[in-house]
């Protein structure tokens, strides 16, 4: 009898295991884009993230295998304490999985250290400090299209070893502005240059003169612009009114989107040389995708960080059903990405590193002038391509807790 009853007792704890395996594992999935929907950033990311994450759903194949995949979004205003509690919502009773875009390293670092703590998976595409894989790096958060140590030493590095020697740094008072600084401040010193000053200036500024005469003022051949979006496209018109680069100093707009170069006209911003991951007009598959994505968004081809939630959720989707479901556990969805050597038409192929990184080509651009200009968008010029190996910090530099040290 008490070898019945001690059988008995094992049939039904495998029963209940394998239940609660089943429950586990299910074909449901919740993606939050969570950006900038109408603000400084809206352009970079917001609306066009969403509609970039809903091709991507489409473009997975997992509806018509009986995936139920639902896409929600909000504006987290640039401030981390909304984003934070739009995130909280979204996980305690929205039962997101996943989040994308992301755009404003504050908002991006909170959402990185919520999704740990709640154990699901952040796709981070619109933040660019690279604190995301270094200090604060996370085994929820993978970092998809570029970071402040791949700007400084993609357009940093080229701008020294070119001449400009002396900087001065017009920098938005906030994490994404102060990392960027202080990463091409290392490029500029580490390849010869010196930093003559700088100062920083309010996140979503209207006047940037005062800023500007200072800068004017240190005779330094680079004026580097650490902002993005309407900061530094405010501040190039403004530099252009006060005749800076006319009177001998350059413009490194650090963080440069085709949006910027729009807002400009290439009037103005001829010239300019920046760093970036991707270009609506790269090749073929960047061209088919844009006229598809056009079709559904009629403002503008997609900028880097729209074409990264794209990028990042397909790869995503494919880890869940490498997978065989939705474990609802995003520190094992992440894991399961790393495994995994990505590949899609927009970046092409790659991989993503035990920091989080996520690891392809990036290329330095110059804006081209308006005789070079053909078509519509038709913005940019290829000056060199960056090996994947060499576009992000090695490694062996890392100082996230997740790489080993040999």
Same mark, same amino acid.
């Given at each position: 009898m008490?070898?019945i009853?001690a059988?008995l007792?094992?049939?039904?704890?495998?029963?209940?295991?394998?239940?609660a395996?089943?429950q586990?594992?299910?074909?449901?999935?919740?993606?939050?884009?969570?950006g900038d929907?109408s603000?400084?950033?809206?352009d970079?990311?917001?609306?066009g993230?969403s509609v970039a994450?809903?091709? *991507?759903i489409e473009?997975?194949g997992?509806?018509?295998?009986?995936?139920?995949?639902d896409l929600?979004? *909000?504006d987290?205003?640039?401030?981390?304490?909304?984003?934070?509690n739009?995130?909280k919502?979204?996980?305690?009773?929205?039962?997101?999985?996943?989040f994308v875009?992301?755009?404003?390293?504050?908002?991006?670092?909170?959402?990185a250290n919520l999704a740990k703590?709640?154990?699901?998976?952040n796709?981070n595409?619109?933040?660019a400090?690279s604190?995301?894989?270094?200090a604060?790096?996370s085994?929820n958060?993978?970092?998809?299209?570029?970071d402040?140590w791949?700007l400084?030493?993609?357009?940093? &590095?080229?701008l020294?070893?070119?001449?400009?020697?002396?900087?001065?740094?017009?920098t938005?008072?906030?994490?994404f502005g102060? #990392?960027l600084?202080?990463d091409t401040?290392?490029?500029?010193?580490?390849n010869?240059?010196?930093?003559?000053g700088?100062v920083?200036?309010?996140l979503?500024?209207a006047?940037?003169s005062?800023?500007?005469l200072q800068?004017?003022s240190?005779?330094?051949?680079?004026i580097?612009?650490?902002?993005?979006?309407g900061?530094?496209?405010?501040?190039?018109?403004?530099a252009?009114?006060f005749?800076i680069v006319s009177?001998g100093? &350059?413009?490194?707009? !650090?963080?440069?989107?085709?949006?910027d170069?729009?807002?400009?006209?290439l009037?103005? *911003?001829q010239?300019?040389?920046f760093?970036e991951?991707f270009y609506?007009? !790269?090749?073929d598959?960047?061209?088919a995708?844009?006229?598809?994505f056009?079709?559904?968004?009629?403002?503008q081809?997609?900028?880097?960080?729209q074409?990264?939630v794209?990028s990042?959720?397909?790869h995503?989707?494919?880890?869940?059903?490498a997978?065989?479901?939705?474990p609802h556990?995003?520190?094992?969805v992440v894991?399961? !990405?790393k495994?995994?050597?990505t590949?899609d038409?927009?970046?092409?192929?790659g991989?993503?590193?035990?920091?989080g990184?996520k690891i392809h080509? #990036?290329y330095?651009?110059?804006?081209?002038?308006p005789?070079?200009s053909?078509?519509?968008w038709d913005?940019y010029?290829?000056?060199a391509?960056?090996p #994947?190996?060499? *576009?992000?910090?090695?490694?062996?530099?890392s100082?996230?807790s997740l790489v080993k040290?040999?």
């Open positions: 008490k070898r009853i059988a007792a094992i049939t039904t704890s495998l029963v209940f295991a394998g239940s395996l089943a586990t594992l299910d074909k449901v999935v919740k993606v939050g884009s969570l929907q603000g400084l950033y809206a970079i990311g917001g609306p993230s994450a809903q091709m *991507a473009d997975s997992l509806l018509a295998k009986g995936w139920k995949i929600i979004s *909000a987290h205003q640039n401030k981390p304490d909304v984003g934070v739009i995130g919502q979204w996980i305690d009773v929205e039962k997101v999985d996943v875009d992301l755009a404003s390293s504050g908002v991006g670092l909170a959402i703590e709640k154990n699901v998976v796709l595409s619109g933040s400090s604190d995301l894989t270094g604060q790096c085994p958060t993978v970092h998809w299209v570029y402040t791949m400084a030493n993609g357009t940093g &590095k080229a020294v070893k070119s001449g400009g020697d002396t900087w001065f740094f017009l938005a008072d906030y994490a102060q #990392a600084e202080r401040a290392a490029v500029v010193t580490v010869g240059g010196k930093v003559l700088g920083k200036h309010p979503n500024n006047d940037f005062s800023f500007l800068a004017q240190s005779k330094a051949k680079i580097g612009l650490a902002n993005a979006g900061d530094t496209t405010n501040a190039i018109k403004q252009a009114e005749g009177g100093q &350059k413009l490194a707009g !650090m963080l440069l989107f085709i949006t170069v729009h807002s400009l006209g009037k103005v *911003a010239g300019l040389n760093t991951t609506w007009d !790269m090749n598959q960047t061209r995708f844009t006229k598809r056009n079709e559904r968004f009629k403002k081809p997609p900028t880097m960080v074409a990264g794209y990042s959720l397909i995503y989707f494919k880890a869940l059903e997978l065989g479901g939705n556990d995003g520190r094992a894991a399961k !990405m495994e995994m050597p590949d038409p927009l970046f092409g192929k991989s993503i590193r035990a920091d990184r080509p #990036a330095l651009f110059e804006v081209k002038n005789s070079e053909k078509y519509p913005y010029k290829v000056i391509t960056i #994947a190996d060499e *576009a992000f910090i090695p490694l062996e530099k100082v996230c040290k040999s």
